[in-house]
């Protein structure tokens, strides 16, 4: 302290200059930011394609919110065209509509979403929209007829390209975490995507 009762410069500093605190607050910081980046963030959901009977990673995506997802197929038991529609939501995909193609070219009836379950099985031509089906785990199997092909943004994946007749892939999305975000904001990625 000074003379008249101020403290001096020099002894306010001194606590700042201790290297040990310094250290310590730069890993305390470092910790924080690594549990922060661990956190979910919100607007993104990952989606992965993956062999089932390889393991390969067939499509790691990392999407907005309201991503809009397509899957198109031919149904071998009704010989039908099928289109499903999703979108990416929370770390989830959430079906909101699925068509079941006219052979003959006419609209389908409309059918409320509740009904979709039993129509899968029971064929004959429908539509049905504004469905909330959620889904983080979908596994398809190829067959020789359905030639099934998902769209994310302006890629087409042809899964029978991919693990040929027979094979599976399995569908699973997640929430990203912050620090996977971070790299990716504003951006549509397929950074694993391998040409069979």
């Known amino acids: 302290m000074t003379e008249d009762g101020n403290l001096s410069v020099r002894s306010t500093l001194r606590g700042f200059a201790d290297p040990r605190k ?7 910081l470092a910790l924080a930011l690594c549990l ?31 991503a809009p997802i397509t899957l198109t197929w031919r149904n071998s038991l009704f010989n039908l065209d099928v289109t499903e529609a999703f979108v990416a939501e929370n770390g989830a995909l959430i079906q909101t509509e699925v068509t079941f193609a006219d052979p003959r070219g006419l609209p ?24 909330r089906r959620p889904f983080t785990r979908i596994a398809y199997r190829v067959g020789e007829i ?3 092909k998902m769209t994310i943004g302006a890629r087409v994946i042809e899964f029978k390209r991919k ?14 975490s ?19």
Do not use: W
């Open 22 to 28: 310094v250290l310590f607050g730069a890993l305390c």
């Open 36 to 66: 922060a980046s661990q956190l979910p963030a919100s607007g993104f959901t990952r989606l992965e394609l993956t062999d089932a009977a390889t393991g390969r990673n067939i499509v790691s995506a990392i999407l907005r919110d309201g």
């Open 108 to 131: 389908p009836p409309i059918v409320a979403p509740s009904d979709v379950d039993d129509l899968y099985h029971t064929g004959g031509a429908f539509s049905a929209k504004g469905m």
């Open 146 to 148: 359905g030639n099934p």
């Open 163 to 176: 693990v040929g007749f027979g094979g599976s892939i399995i569908l699973t999305t997640r929430a990203v």
């Open 178 to 196: 912050r620090g996977e975000a971070v790299g990716q904001i504003c951006k549509f990625v397929l950074p694993n995507e391998e040409e069979k």
